[in-house]
T-cell receptor
């Protein structure tokens, strides 16, 4: 079945760049998302990319998509302590108006001061 | 941006009682909403897809008689946990997308922490 994998933990120092990786199995995925979850809260949409794009940059966030390898990454430049959270990638494919999103396991980012 | 409001944010109930959780799309219409359950330090598990004006579609292993879903309008879906037991304690999150926008992503509510004593 469809699967989305992420590494569980990432630790970086404040000011460094963070790179969170995600691999997926469904090659027909057309929408790929990154969400952030802070403790006790819901998921906040950070950014997303369509499958016809290779890269998208939005301020400190850069998303790279390698469709051949089915690999998605999120780079956070100048990582701050407020970036400490769990980051989920999600892939989705709308078929006939029905959406099914598959979420990764989440990567817990810890930013060290 | 699109806002999804979920209430209550936290509820504690006694075993055997029922709890209703509301999910509203505040500035867009959502023919479809999704209910997720999240266990501590784990990813989201899709429970069901809520369809306005029709029956919800439940994922395999989710008891539809225990988790009642009603999607009576284009902006409101409710999840009722019936005869709750301690094992139903979890974090429940709803999400919705703006059906008028083909490219619209999912937007999430802030979740409901359910504790059954």
């Amino acid at each position: 079945g469809e699967d989305v994998e992420q590494s569980l933990f990432l630790s970086v120092r404040e000011g460094d760049s963070s790179v969170i990786n995600c691999t997926y199995t469904d090659s027909s995925s057309t929408y790929l998302y990154w969400y952030k979850q802070e403790p006790g809260a819901g998921l906040q949409l950070l950014t997303y990319i369509f499958s016809n794009m290779d890269m998208k940059q939005d301020q400190r966030l850069t998303v790279l998509l390698n469709k051949k390898d089915k690999h998605l990454s999120l780079r956070i430049a100048d990582t701050q302590t407020g970036d400490s959270a769990i980051y989920f990638c999600a892939v989705g494919n709308p078929r006939g108006g029905t959406y099914k999103y598959i979420f990764g396991t989440g990567t817990r980012l810890k930013v060290l001061a | 941006g699109a806002v999804v409001s979920q209430h209550p944010s936290r509820v504690i109930c006694k075993s055997g009682t029922s709890v209703k959780i509301e999910c509203r799309s505040l500035d867009f219409q959502a023919t479809t909403m999704f209910w997720y359950r999240q266990f501590p330090k784990q990813s989201l598990m899709l429970m069901a897809t809520s369809n306005e004006g029709s029956k919800a579609t439940y994922e395999q292993g989710v008891e539809k008689d225990k988790f009642l879903i009603n999607h009576a309008s284009l902006t409101l879906s409710t999840l009722t946990v019936t005869s709750a037991h301690p094992e139903d304690s979890s974090f429940y999150i709803c999400s919705a997308r703006d059906f008028a926008s083909y490219n619209s992503p999912l937007h999430f509510g802030n979740g409901t922490r359910l504790t059954v004593t």
